[in-house]
């Protein structure tokens, strides 16, 4: 399989391809075409990582163009880190189009739908087996554009419209960043490929404050894909999408890619003097983590609370890699897919039955939806860290090699999964337990696409529960594949701290308070919300308006770019337009007083010829 591994990216696209051309009137109205395209992508991902286990490997290499003389080789890379991203995103992403099938039925766009999954897909594929900065920037771009198409689906509903929008330009920002990155390593090291930027580096072709912003820039691009601060805007706006789509985004696909840019770029960021590169990476990370978990407190809508959360285990992800911890930085992005798509779906199904996003309307679903529950339960349990569930194994990890690194970072890590505890219980009493709140059926209809179901709680269909199970073993037992992880996805020369007992005691101790907090003023009611919300009303506000981090950007980057727009129109329709119909006035005036010389009349030019030959013998003689 690994010669061939360029062939894994070309089974979406060729599904694409047939979804879009065909459309209704393929088998199962396209779906079936976009499942047996990314399932068999899937299956050549497990074999390539098989492959690659066994010690394999490959750089399939190929001519390009010729620039200056030099040639530009461009192709693709199987090492153990681009075959487990291959892998995953195979596996995660097929279950995801299967559950698209009970979930989107009825939409009148169905096979669009798939078309674009597909597409989705080959661009997150072809990026991570880039060997090179020019294909993984293309499809970095590809996957940008999926991400609008897709989060737009529903493009007859403006509130998806704008998200779409705004994911589109917010990410545009960090991808400049990431394009001035690239383009500075190249014109030091005169290659595109990472082997040979890295020997450039190595050779001293660059270096210094220099290679570290070059770091930084390209940095800038994983900030954007990963919604980093700032530039985390994006990301829960993006729940307008398909819950499906919200799944692929925020587990296999998109915001995955920034962390996989900067595992692959590694050597980039470690020969940074000082790790300084490194350190922004880390505190960026470890920032986003606490600053993304505290706004999912105080969101209502099931979406909303988990893509915080994404916000926030994408800054773990971050935080691992700063601190030198690589493959637990990898770990967790590759565990956080399994549970992060199953909450997602987990979402995907309440809504389905419910036909409402928020969760006060919810309540008493664990009786009515026992599957999606307790499939939900062992999501939730994953992503706030505690044992034996995967996210334990792999969270802690990152969290005592900050320790190890920095304290300030450890205590911003423990903060953070302190709040990930609480807003997920939170979410899970709010929506699983007590008696059921929502309205009347026709009350709820049309939350998101009218096909839901009418708002009486039931389980729903196979075709989407299945794909839950099959998540929730994963949730539940990769954990327990974190040493031959550790072994196989290494960085050289980068080694993990020693486990301590009582540093994982206490991120236990950590995740059992958040759970119990938010049980006491969820649940049990000890301590109600309200009255919580009456005491605490500045810092509530502040966490309701998003720190005002939207509100700033509206006034600088749309008042007052509107602002910049109104000057720029005067300059152009009074100075520019200006000097252009002055030019003409002159013209005009110049051609009125030209018209009195210029008569047709031979006799008055034999005039004025005459005149002037006086007038130079004049000037003659006068001299």
């Given at each position: 399989?690994?010669?061939?591994?360029?062939?894994?990216?070309?089974?979406?696209?060729?599904?694409?391809?047939?979804?879009?051309?065909?459309?209704?009137?393929?088998?199962?109205?396209?779906?079936?075409?976009?499942?047996?395209?990314?399932?068999?992508?899937?299956?050549?991902?497990?074999?390539?990582?098989?492959?690659?286990?066994?010690?394999?490997?490959?750089?399939?290499?190929?001519?390009?163009?010729?620039?200056?003389?030099?040639?530009?080789?461009?192709?693709?890379?199987?090492?153990?880190?681009?075959?487990?991203?291959?892998?995953?995103?195979?596996?995660?992403?097929?279950?995801?189009?299967?559950?698209?099938v009970g979930y989107m039925e009825g939409d009148p766009r169905f096979s669009r739908f798939f078309a674009y999954l597909s597409l989705f897909q080959f661009s997150m594929l072809f990026l991570v087996l880039a060997d090179n900065f020019?294909?993984?920037?293309?499809?970095?771009?590809?996957?940008?554009?999926?991400?609008?198409?897709?989060?737009?689906?529903?493009?007859?509903?403006?509130?998806?419209?704008?998200?779409?929008?705004?994911?589109?330009?917010?990410?545009?920002?960090?991808?400049?960043?990431?394009?001035?990155?690239?383009?500075?390593?190249?014109?030091?090291?005169g290659t595109l490929s990472f082997t040979g930027v890295f020997h450039g580096i190595a050779a001293g072709r660059i270096g210094g404050p220099l290679l570290t912003l070059a770091a930084v820039l390209v940095f800038g691009g994983a900030?954007?894909?990963?919604?980093?601060?700032?530039?985390?805007?994006?990301?829960?706006?993006?729940?307008?999408?398909?819950?499906?789509?919200?799944?692929?985004?925020?587990?296999?696909?998109?915001?995955?890619?920034?962390?996989?840019?900067?595992?692959?770029?590694?050597?980039?960021?470690?020969?940074?003097?000082?790790?300084?590169?490194?350190?922004?990476?880390?505190?960026?990370?470890?920032?986003?983590?606490?600053?993304?978990?505290?706004?999912?407190?105080?969101?209502?809508?099931?979406?909303?609370?988990?893509?915080?959360?994404?916000?926030?285990?994408?800054?773990?992800?971050?935080?691992?890699?700063?601190?030198?911890?690589?493959?637990?930085?990898?770990?967790?992005?590759?565990?956080?897919?399994?549970?992060?798509?199953?909450?997602?779906?987990?979402?995907?199904?309440?809504?389905?039955?419910?036909?409402?996003?928020?969760?006060?309307?919810?309540?008493?679903?664990?009786?009515?939806?026992?599957?999606?529950?307790?499939?939900?339960?062992?999501?939730?349990?994953?992503?706030?860290?505690?044992?034996?569930?995967?996210?334990?194994?792999?969270?802690?990890?990152?969290?005592?090699?900050?320790?190890?690194?920095?304290?300030?970072?450890?205590?911003?890590?423990?903060?953070?999964?302190?709040?990930?505890?609480?807003?997920?219980?939170?979410?899970?009493?709010?929506?699983?337990?007590?008696?059921?709140?929502?309205?009347?059926?026709?009350?709820?209809?049309?939350?998101?696409?009218?096909?839901?179901?009418?708002?009486?709680?039931?389980?729903?269909?196979?075709?989407?529960?299945?794909?839950?199970?099959?998540?929730?073993?994963?949730?539940?037992?990769?954990?327990?594949?974190?040493?031959?992880?550790?072994?196989?996805?290494?960085?050289?020369?980068?080694?993990?701290?020693?486990?301590?007992?009582?540093?994982?005691?206490?991120?236990?101790?950590?995740?059992?308070?958040?759970?119990?907090?938010?049980?006491?003023?969820?649940?049990?009611?000890?301590?109600?919300?309200?009255?919580?919300?009456?005491?605490?009303?500045?810092?509530?506000?502040?966490?309701?308006?998003?720190?005002?981090?939207?509100?700033?950007?509206?006034?600088?980057?749309?008042?007052?770019?509107?602002?910049?727009?109104?000057?720029?129109?005067?300059?152009?329709?009074?100075?520019?337009?200006?000097?252009?119909?002055?030019?003409?006035?002159?013209?005009?005036?110049?051609?009125?007083?030209?018209?009195?010389?210029?008569?047709?009349?031979?006799?008055?030019?034999?005039?004025?010829?005459?005149?002037?030959?006086?007038?130079?013998?004049?000037?003659?003689?006068?001299?």
């Open positions: 399989m690994t010669p061939y591994a360029w062939l894994i990216p070309l089974l979406p696209l060729l599904a694409f391809v047939l979804v879009i051309w065909r459309g209704d009137r393929l088998p199962g109205r396209g779906a079936t075409i976009s499942i047996a395209g990314i399932a068999l992508a899937g299956l050549c991902g497990l074999a390539l990582l098989g492959e690659t286990a066994a010690g394999r490997r490959a750089d399939l290499t190929y001519q390009w163009v010729v620039l200056g003389g030099r040639p530009l080789t461009v192709g693709f890379v199987v090492d153990p880190l681009s075959a487990v991203m291959t892998a995953m995103v195979g596996v995660v992403a097929s279950l995801i189009t299967i559950y698209s020019l294909f993984i920037y293309a499809g970095w771009e590809l996957v940008g554009l999926c991400s609008y198409l897709l989060i737009g689906f529903w493009f007859e509903r403006p509130a998806a419209a704008r998200a779409a929008l705004k994911a589109f330009v917010t990410t545009r920002v960090g991808d400049f960043s990431m394009m001035i990155g690239i383009l500075i390593l190249f014109l030091h090291t900030v954007g894909k990963s919604a980093q601060i700032p530039l985390h805007v994006w990301l829960p706006d993006a729940m307008e999408g398909p819950t499906p789509v919200s799944a692929l985004i925020h587990a296999a696909t998109m915001v995955a890619a920034g962390v996989y840019l900067v595992a692959r770029t590694y050597p980039l960021f470690l020969q940074s003097p000082g790790h300084q590169a490194l350190t922004v990476v880390a505190y960026i990370g470890g920032i986003t983590a606490l600053f993304a978990a505290t706004m999912g407190v105080v969101e209502n809508d099931i979406k909303r609370v988990l893509a915080y959360s994404t916000v926030s285990q994408l800054g773990y992800m971050f935080l691992g890699l700063g601190v030198l911890s690589y493959s637990a930085g990898m770990f967790h992005l590759i565990t956080h897919a399994f549970f992060k798509a199953l909450l997602f779906l987990g979402a995907g199904s309440v809504i389905h039955a419910v036909a409402t996003n928020n969760m006060k309307e919810m309540g008493g679903l664990a009786r009515a939806m026992p599957v999606t529950f307790w499939t939900f339960l062992v999501a939730t349990l994953a992503l706030t860290g505690i044992p034996p569930f995967s996210g334990f194994f792999s969270k802690d990890a990152i969290l005592l090699a900050a320790y190890a690194h920095d304290k300030t970072l450890w205590l911003l890590g423990a903060a953070g999964a302190f709040v990930t505890a609480f807003y997920m219980g939170r979410l899970t009493w709010y929506t699983f337990a007590g008696s059921y709140r929502g309205g009347s059926p026709a009350a709820s209809q049309g939350a998101h696409g009218g096909a839901h179901g009418g708002g009486h709680p039931h389980e729903s269909p196979r075709v989407m529960t299945v794909p839950l199970v099959i998540l929730a073993a994963g949730a539940a037992g990769l954990g327990f594949l974190e040493s031959p992880f550790d072994r196989y996805v290494r960085f050289p020369g980068v080694e993990a701290p020693a486990s301590s007992a009582p540093l994982l005691v206490v991120s236990v101790l950590v995740a059992l308070a958040g759970w119990a907090a938010a049980g006491a003023i969820y649940y049990w009611r000890i301590l109600p919300s309200a009255v919580l919300r009456r005491y605490l009303r500045a810092p509530y506000t502040l966490l309701v308006h998003k720190y005002y981090v939207d509100d700033l950007y509206g006034w600088v980057f749309l008042r007052a770019g509107g602002l910049v727009v109104l000057l720029a129109g005067a300059f152009d329709r009074y100075v520019v337009d200006g000097i252009v119909n002055a030019v003409g006035w002159l013209t005009g005036r110049l051609g009125w007083a030209l018209r009195f010389l210029q008569t047709g009349r031979e006799e008055n030019y034999l005039l004025l010829i005459f005149l002037g030959l006086v007038v130079i013998v004049v000037v003659r003689l006068v001299r």
